[in-house]
Structure formats: structure tokens, C-alpha cells
């Protein structure tokens, strides 16, 4: 497999402007022979949509769920980056792009990150045009925050809810363009397998998740901007129904999947409360600017009220262990001592199987300083939605907090035009791998969606298109195509009719979920990844065997739906440990045990400065790898410490 | 924190397909920890039905957390269940009590047929967005943002109508089925901001003419919406539309003053 980043050359600042002149365009009366699909109706996907059917292109839009406002961008909380330096605080393109490079432990490809770094501007003024209503200050100008310890106030936010403001205003330029006539919307519908035909990307198999129907859609290209793959730990803060789906079926017909291994889990979530949890919620870091980390010296007190414990008698873990940054340590620092404190057996908070994952982040020092006043003001929200999960009240005892997986890095592999290893397929958002190296900065995901989908996509499609011209017909019942629908048919008659049927695919799931979590998160090493190894292959048999799924296809079947999603996961989970394995050096999201010092990560620059690009070989467990060195001119590595 | 198990006995609308009949059928759901939250309940009713070969109940969710708006059903008649300002996802279990009764039931309005049991069908609200709900601005043609000023109160009212998450319960829990609730905090958000006033009554006019083409009912002032709506969405975005169309009926931003479809 060749990997060709197609990176222009010279100046960074430059770079954009100057693949764009060398570009093929499509002239606007020619736009409308071309039909391209569009999986995905989030940030990236909504926007990349309403973008390209606003020039002129014929587009069918996909989501899995009943309407295309309902895309997990939607959750996000926090804010967006853009280096508009409206606080004059010294940002700049520059100094965002090094943050981005450098928060992504230098395992980006830095044209890409200072492209993104350059449409941070043109987002917000994209997204205000629309009327998304950000914060504003009382002069009416934007309002911005610090965010995920920058050092400049760069971020945009609107409440607590800027990914769902963000994501309206790509939703409503969808809207337009659906009234248009430009983009046709197919909700409910999921994608089960791309049709590749001549070596080229030539549309997708989708079930109408109403009435069961499978069929082909056939188009000039295909974008996939389906999100990521969070749940392949079954628990994450992702919606239930974010998958891996669409962009491992394209893996298994060629795209190469890039460092599948990279996740980010955020320190400050919720902790699970049983067996049954279903999901973990996301609580603002922010509140690690007042709270205080801890846990019992003594393990005989994990069960003592937390008010009960003397001061003398409770570990400030973070504070005592890096006295410079305290609570205020990067997120994989301040989860990996949650993970080790607990593993120590002083985690608190309720027992499920057998273990207690849970830290205190207190208040009660930030409100006898500020006042309860204060300190609802700055978190009343959060505290309430504390109080309606968790059934504490954080003003009068400790919130329990405990860190979840949040956002992977890892995605398909794609080269500076957002294109994959198969020619035709286009991966934008989180789905794919492009930007943030071993580690995501806050509030950088919503800024990448939107510049893949409103910026980049709308023209590097053209670009294709433009050096393509035009594509063989490809009918309906041509033997590709019958086989693409054959296959996905087949796969749903197996999954519904398994040998021995004993379990819903949850049960599966669940299990998959906990090797992943215990082996292939916070903390990795040699002996658990291969023990995982050894137990994924194991589990997907059994999930082939003892699926069990009731009712029909012909119908809406939601349990259906998650077997296939769980029978992919169960490849993916695979490859991320195959990749963990490989990666003999800790980065970003991604610490090796073998390889730290003093807790710091130990990267190796030496041997593995280069993007793990896998290859499907035909069979799960045995991919190739392929690398795609990086070089850093403008960012020159350095070693991180927080001590 | 402390925990109780609870016994409850449901009664969940059951419905194979829009055009069937749809009756109430009785599963118990036992050994409910009060952590849990109202749709784990649901799972775990599920996967037990599941393992006895049963047809689990349909329900729509995605988020779980409140925001994406997928999730909603009727509880004991209340729309999102018994707790103010809560969708039915982050409703927990500590709300009920042993031995509680629960009858589950989908939005019910002919603007939102039911697909099968508790799910329903809500592209009337996409509809009604298409109609008018956005404002016209060409990828990369906007200008500078901070050139227009928006006074802070302005964009804090807009935020507070925007915060709708599109869950429909506004329209479950009226007694004419109206969407208005809905229709307005999107007329309404926008019509706030400067750059919604191009379009801003040719938007209200077309909006609310695709709202009564959906075959939602009239606004009788009854406030059962805003006393259901998971966001707090106010009543007085309604007022507000109103007055909008009163406008439109005789003024117009693009020369017509017929609604577009
Ligand atoms: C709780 C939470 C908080 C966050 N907060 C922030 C923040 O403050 N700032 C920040 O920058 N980032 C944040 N992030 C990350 C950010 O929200 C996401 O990375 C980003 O929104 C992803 O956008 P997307 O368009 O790539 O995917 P998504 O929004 O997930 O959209 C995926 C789309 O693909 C569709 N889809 C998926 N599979 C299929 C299929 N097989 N067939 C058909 N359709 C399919 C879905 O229906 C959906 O429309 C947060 C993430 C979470 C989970
Ligand atoms: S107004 Fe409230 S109840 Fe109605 S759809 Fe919006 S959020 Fe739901
Ligand atoms: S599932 Fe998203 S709001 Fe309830």
C-alpha cells in the first residue's frame, strides 16, 4: 500500500492557498451531474452536505438517527477554538497550531494542523452569520474562555451547549438546502457496507432502519464523516448509538485504518453506578479549577462518609504528587492517578463487580473561600445535573468522579485532501484520523468537524471530481453492486440466526467493553494487551454462536442494529490492541507502562515519529502495517513535563 | 447515594407498525436499583425479553444525556415522566417508589404517527425547519464576526429560545397537539439576532404555514407545553410568533405574501 500524504511544500502559512490554485475545479453548471454521498449529519457531516449542495452538487445525506439534528456533535459542551485573538492576549494562527502539534505529543501531520489552525477564523464566522448564538460580552462582541489549560482565551462557547448551537447551524443549512432540492436527507437509515467498483468508492449499502429495507445508493463519490468509535469500550461519554460501522466496513475494502490505538479519556465523568449503566456523563473539566482531587489514606475508609474523614486521614493525590500543576494536571495525567489510586483499592463511591472506581473532587475548601454564591454561579448547572444522576447534593458532599473514554484520535487514515487509501472515499470529522496526533486538545474537535465539512471537503471533492471527470455508469444490478447488497443481506441473516441463540448483543458487548477499559485504556502493557488478544478472537465467536436477536429484519429492529454495530466493534477492539502492542512508547492517549519514567510518558521519537496506517488482509487479527514517517520543520519535538 | 431495589409493574403501549392497532401489555420489571436511570430500566426489561424470545420494547434514545432530544414517552399521562425540567434519559429511578404502577405510552398526535411501540415519527419538525428555520448565508461568504455587535441581552434571549432539542413533548403534552411551542423558539431565536431580520417574516409566515400543514393543532393558551418542555422553552416565544405572522400577513421581506408551500 502507498501512502501518499499529498502535502503541498514551502512555507506552512502558504500551503493551503497554494494546493487550492493548483486544484482542478468543477464548473458550477457541471456541479449538478455529479451525485455524492454523505454519511453522517454531524458537525462535519451537516456541514460538508449543506455546503456541497449550495454549490451546485446532487446529495444524499444519511443518518442512523430519526432526524440529522440529533448527531452526537450535539453534546458537546465546552466550547471551539479559533485563534481570532479578539482578547489580545498574544494568540495567532501560529501559536494555535503549535499548541495542537504539540498537544498531540508530535504525532500529527503539521500541514494539516496549520490548515485547521487557519479556518479556525472563517468557523466563527461562519457559524455567528448563521446565527448561532455564542456568549457575548456586555459591549456585544464575542466572549471567550480559557480552555483545557491554554494559555491564550481563544475558545467560543454558547452556555453550556456550544455543540448543539454549532451542530443547529450546520443542521439549518442542511435544512435549506433539503428545501432546495440540492440535498436529499435519508434519516434512520444506516450504512452497512460501501460499494467499491473499478477501485473507486462508488456508493454505499444502507438499511432503512423503519421498514428493514436494504438497498444500494450508487453516486460519483462517497464522504464518510460518521463520528468515532468511543464505544467500542461499551462505556464512554458517547450517544448509545455511535459506532464504528461505516468506517470498518471501508477498512475491510482497503481504506487503511490509522492509529486505531490513540483514545482520550476525560478525567472528570460521572462514575459508573452498576451492572446495568449504559452510558457515562461528561462533567465540564472546569471544575477542576475549584475542586479538590482525593481519596482515603486508608482503605478502611472507602466506605466512611466522605464528611467523616479527618483531613489528616485524606491522600490530595494530584496535589502531593505534582505540586506545580496540582488538580490542574492534564487530563491523561489526572485519569491515570484515578486509575492507580483505585487500583490501590481506595476508590470510593459504590461497589460494581467487586471493584469501587471512584475519586472525591470536593468543594467545600472553594466554598468557604468564595462562597456558595459564588461557586453556584460558576457550576450551578453542572451541580444540578450532578445531583439528578448521581442523587448527591455537591454543595453539602464531595462529588464522586471518575474518568471515561471521550474522543478517539485514531480513525481512517487520509492523506492532506481528506481522501483514504481507496480513491472516491473522503473521511472528515472524527472518523478520521487527520489532525490531532496521540491527544486532542479541548475544544479543538468541533473546530476540525467544521473545517473538514465547511472548508476543506467542499473543495477537495471538486478536486477529484475535476481530475476524475467522468465515471463509468455503474447500474443497479451490476455484479458489484449485487454483491455489496448480498453480502449485507447475508450478514444480517447470520446475526439473526445464530447457531445458539442465548444473549442479546449487549451482553456481548459489555464484555468487549471491560478487556478494552482494563487493557487497552488509561494504561497499557505488553502482558495485558496480549491477554486481550487472546480473549477478543474467543468473545467474537461466541458472539457469532449465542447472539441472539428476536423479531424480524423486515422491521424496526433496534436490536438488530446493535448486533451489527457490536460484531464490527469486535473486530476494531482488536486492531486497537494489535496497534497498542505495536506502538513500544508512550504518546499522547496512549501510555505504555514499559516505557515512562517517574510517571512521565517516554516517547520515542527515534522509532516511532511515523502514523501507524493499517491494512485489512482478509481476515480480523492479522493486519499489515504501513507507515507514513512525519517530520516536523516548525514544531520541534519536546520532551512534556508537568512535575 | 444509598441504594433501594424497587418492584414495579409497567403497562407499555405496544404497537407493531403505524397502521396496526396498538394495545397495553404488562411486563413487571423487578429488582430496579434506584440509580438507575428510567431508560436502563428499559434495557434491563429488554434484555430479559430478549433472552425469553420475546419482542424487547422500542424506544427511541441516542445521547442519554438530555441534549440530543431523541429520547421521549408518556409516563403515567406526564410527557419525559414526573420530574420538571427532565428528559425521560436523565429521569432517574429514585423519582418512583415500590410497587408504582407505570403506564408507558408514545407521544400521541397525528403529526407524529407511531413507527412501533413508543417510537413515533418527528420529521414534521425537520419539515417545519426546512420551511424557513434557518438564515440564508453561502459557505465562506460571511463576514468578519465581530463586526456586528449584538447586544448582550439580545444573544442571551436567543440562546434561551434556541435551547430547544426538538423532543416533541411540547406537542405530546398539549390537548390540541400543537406545535407551537417548537415552531416558535425557532422563530423566535432567530428573528432575535440581527442577522435574522432579512428574512425574518417571510421565515414566521412559511414556518407556521408548514406547522398547520403537518396537521398540528391550534395554540389555545393552555401552557401544558411549557410546563412539559425538558429546556424550559417559554410561552412567551409564542406571543412573539404571533405577532410575527400578524406582521407578515401584511408586510413581507421578499415581495410575496403567500406562504411558499
Ligand atoms: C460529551 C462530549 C462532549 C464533547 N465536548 C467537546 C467540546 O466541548 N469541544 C470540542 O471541540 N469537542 C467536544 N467533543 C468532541 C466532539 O463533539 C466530536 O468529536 C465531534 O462533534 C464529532 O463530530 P462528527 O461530525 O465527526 O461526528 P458526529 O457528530 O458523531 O456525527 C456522526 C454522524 O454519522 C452518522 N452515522 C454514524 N454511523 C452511521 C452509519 N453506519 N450509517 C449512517 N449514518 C451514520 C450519525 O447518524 C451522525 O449523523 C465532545 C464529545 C463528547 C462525547
Ligand atoms: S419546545 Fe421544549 S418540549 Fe418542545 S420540542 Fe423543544 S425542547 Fe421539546
Ligand atoms: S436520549 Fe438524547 S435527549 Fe434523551
Redesign the interface.
Same mark, same amino acid.
Given at each position: 500500500m502507498q501512502l501518499r500524504s499529498n502535502e503541498p511544500t514551502g512555507p506552512i502559512e502558504h500551503r493551503w492557498e497554494k494546493h487550492k490554485e493548483s486544484s482542478k475545479l468543477v464548473a458550477p453548471a457541471n456541479r449538478r451531474k455529479y451525485n455524492i454521498i454523505v454519511v453522517g449529519s454531524g458537525l462535519a457531516g451537516g456541514a460538508a452536505a449543506a455546503s456541497l449542495g449550495e454549490m451546485g452538487y446532487n446529495v444524499k445525506c444519511f443518518c442512523y438517527q430519526d432526524s440529522p439534528r440529533r448527531a452526537h456533535s450535539i453534546a458537546a459542551q465546552g466550547g471551539i477554538n479559533a485563534a481570532k485573538n479578539y482578547q489580545n492576549d498574544g494568540d495567532s494562527v501560529f501559536r494555535l497550531f503549535y499548541d495542537t502539534v504539540k498537544g498531540g505529543d508530535f504525532r500529527s501531520r503539521e500541514s494539516n494542523v496549520y490548515r485547521l489552525a487557519q479556518l479556525s477564523t472563517n468557523i466563527i464566522d461562519q457559524a455567528v452569520a448563521q446565527g448561532v448564538p455564542f456568549a457575548r460580552e456586555y459591549g456585544g462582541l464575542l466572549a471567550n474562555r480559557s480552555f483545557g489549560g491554554a494559555q491564550v482565551s481563544r475558545t467560543f462557547y454558547a452556555r453550556g451547549q456550544t455543540g448543539q448551537q454549532l451542530l443547529l447551524g450546520a443542521y439549518q443549512a442542511l435544512s435549506r438546502q433539503i428545501e432546495a432540492g440540492k440535498v436529499e436527507m435519508m434519516a434512520r437509515t444506516e450504512m452497512l457496507d460501501l460499494i467499491v467498483h473499478d477501485g473507486r468508492a462508488r456508493g454505499i449499502v444502507t438499511r432503512c432502519l423503519k421498514t428493514g429495507k436494504v438497498e444500494p445508493h450508487i453516486a460519483d463519490m462517497v464522504v464518510l464523516c460518521t463520528g468515532g468509535y468511543g464505544n467500542v469500550f461499551y462505556l464512554s461519554t458517547n450517544a448509545k448509538g455511535c459506532n464504528c460501522m461505516a468506517i470498518w466496513r471501508a477498512h475491510r475494502h482497503g481504506a487503511a485504518f490509522a492509529n486505531p490505538c490513540y483514545t482520550q479519556i476525560h478525567p472528570t465523568c460521572i462514575p459508573q453506578s452498576g451492572e446495568y449503566q449504559s452510558k457515562l456523563t461528561l462533567m465540564s473539566e472546569s471544575l477542576r479549577n475549584d475542586g479538590r482531587v482525593w481519596v482515603p489514606r486508608n482503605k478502611e475508609d472507602v466506605t466512611k462518609r466522605p464528611e467523616d474523614i479527618p483531613e489528616k486521614d485524606r491522600f490530595y493525590y494530584l496535589e502531593e504528587r505534582y505540586p506545580a500543576f496540582g488538580n490542574l494536571v492534564p487530563r491523561d495525567v489526572a485519569s491515570r492517578n484515578a486509575l492507580y489510586v483505585t487500583n490501590e483499592g481506595l476508590g470510593v463511591g459504590l461497589e460494581v463487580d467487586g471493584e469501587r472506581r471512584g475519586v472525591y473532587l470536593d468543594f467545600s475548601d472553594a466554598i468557604k473561600r468564595l462562597g456558595e454564591q459564588t461557586i453556584r454561579e460558576r457550576y450551578g448547572n453542572l451541580f444540578e445535573m450532578y445531583e439528578r444522576i448521581a442523587g448527591d447534593n455537591p454543595y453539602k458532599t464531595p462529588m464522586r468522579i471518575y474518568p471515561a473514554t471521550h474522543y478517539t484520535m485514531g480513525g481512517l487514515w487520509v492523506d492532506y485532501n481528506l481522501q483514504t487509501t481507496i480513491p472516491g472515499l473522503f473521511a472528515g470529522g472524527e472518523a478520521n484520523f487527520s489532525d490531532h496526533g496521540a491527544n486532542r486538545l479541548g475544544a479543538s474537535a468541533l473546530m476540525q468537524g467544521l473545517a473538514d465539512g465547511y472548508f476543506v471537503l467542499p473543495f477537495t471533492v471538486g478536486n477529484y471530481l475535476g481530475e476524475v471527470r467522468t465515471l463509468p455508469e455503474l447500474a443497479e444490478d451490476h455484479p458489484d453492486v449485487k454483491k455489496a447488497v448480498g453480502s449485507v443481506e447475508e450478514r444480517i441473516h447470520k446475526l439473526m440466526n445464530a447457531p445458539d441463540p442465548k444473549h442479546a448483543p449487549e451482553y456481548f458487548h459489555r464484555k468487549l467493553g471491560r478487556i478494552i477499559w482494563s487493557k487497552c485504556g488509561m494504561s497499557r502493557n505488553k502482558e495485558g494487551l496480549e491477554e486481550a488478544l487472546r480473549e477478543i478472537p474467543k468473545l467474537r465467536d461466541r458472539f457469532w454462536r449465542e447472539v441472539k436477536v428476536v423479531g424480524s429484519g423486515a422491521e424496526l429492529n433496534q436490536t438488530l442494529e446493535r448486533a451489527g454495530r457490536v460484531a464490527d466493534f469486535l473486530e476494531l477492539g482488536e486492531l486497537m490492541c494489535i496497534d497498542a502492542l505495536q506502538r513500544e512508547e508512550s504518546c499522547g492517549g496512549h501510555f505504555r507502562e514499559e516505557h515512562e519514567e517517574n510517571g512521565e510518558a517516554l516517547r520515542d521519537d527515534e522509532q516511532f515519529s511515523y502514523v501507524s496506517a493499517w491494512e485489512w488482509t482478509g481476515a480480523a487479527g492479522e493486519p499489515r502495517l504501513n507507515q507514513e514517517p512525519l517530520s516536523f520543520e516548525y514544531v520541534k519535538p519536546s520532551k512534556r513535563s508537568y512535575k | 447515594?444509598s441504594?433501594e431495589l424497587l418492584n414495579l409493574t409497567l403497562h407499555v403501549w405496544r404497537q407493531? +407498525?403505524p397502521s396496526q392497532p396498538g394495545r397495553f401489555e404488562t411486563h413487571p420489571a423487578t429488582g430496579i436499583? *434506584?440509580?438507575? @436511570?428510567f431508560?436502563?430500566m428499559l #434495557? =434491563?426489561v429488554?434484555?430479559d425479553?430478549?433472552?425469553k424470545?420475546? @419482542?424487547?420494547i422500542?424506544f427511541?434514545?441516542?445521547?442519554?444525556?438530555g441534549?440530543?432530544? @431523541?429520547c421521549g414517552m408518556v409516563v403515567n399521562g406526564v410527557a419525559h415522566g414526573p420530574?420538571r425540567l *427532565?428528559t425521560i434519559c436523565?429521569l432517574?429511578m429514585?423519582q418512583f417508589n415500590d410497587g408504582d404502577e407505570l403506564w408507558l405510552e408514545p407521544w400521541r398526535a397525528s403529526g407524529f404517527p407511531v =413507527? %412501533?411501540d413508543l =417510537?413515533v #415519527?418527528?420529521?414534521a419538525?425537520?419539515r417545519i425547519?426546512?420551511? +424557513? !428555520?434557518?438564515? @440564508?448565508?453561502?459557505? +465562506?461568504?460571511? *463576514?468578519?464576526?465581530?463586526e456586528?455587535? =449584538?447586544? %448582550?441581552a439580545m444573544?442571551?434571549q436567543?440562546?434561551d429560545a434556541?435551547?430547544c432539542? !426538538?423532543c416533541g413533548a411540547c406537542v405530546a403534552a398539549c390537548p390540541n397537539a400543537s406545535a407551537s411551542l417548537f415552531t416558535a423558539a425557532k422563530i423566535s431565536?432567530?428573528s432575535l439576532?440581527p442577522? !435574522?431580520q432579512a428574512e425574518r417574516l417571510d421565515r414566521a409566515r412559511n414556518m407556521v404555514a408548514q406547522m398547520d400543514a403537518e396537521g398540528f393543532g391550534g395554540c389555545t393558551n393552555h401552557g401544558e407545553c411549557e410546563a412539559a418542555c425538558p429546556k424550559g422553552v417559554s410561552l412567551r416565544w409564542i406571543a412573539r410568533m404571533n405577532r410575527e405572522v400578524v406582521r407578515s400577513a401584511v408586510k413581507s421581506d421578499s415581495g410575496v405574501k403567500t406562504a411558499r408551500r
Open positions: - | 447515594m441504594e407493531d +407498525g436499583s *434506584t440509580h438507575m @436511570s431508560l436502563e #434495557d =434491563v429488554n434484555e425479553l430478549i433472552e424470545g420475546k @419482542s424487547p422500542a427511541d434514545y441516542d445521547c442519554r444525556e441534549i440530543c432530544g @431523541s420530574q *427532565t436523565q432517574h429514585r =413507527v %412501533k =417510537v #415519527d418527528r420529521s419538525f425537520d425547519v426546512q420551511a +424557513g !428555520g434557518y438564515i @440564508s448565508i453561502r459557505t +465562506g461568504s460571511a *463576514t468578519e464576526a465581530n456586528m455587535p =449584538v447586544a %448582550k444573544a442571551d436567543a440562546m434556541a435551547e432539542i !426538538g431565536h432567530l439576532l442577522q !435574522g
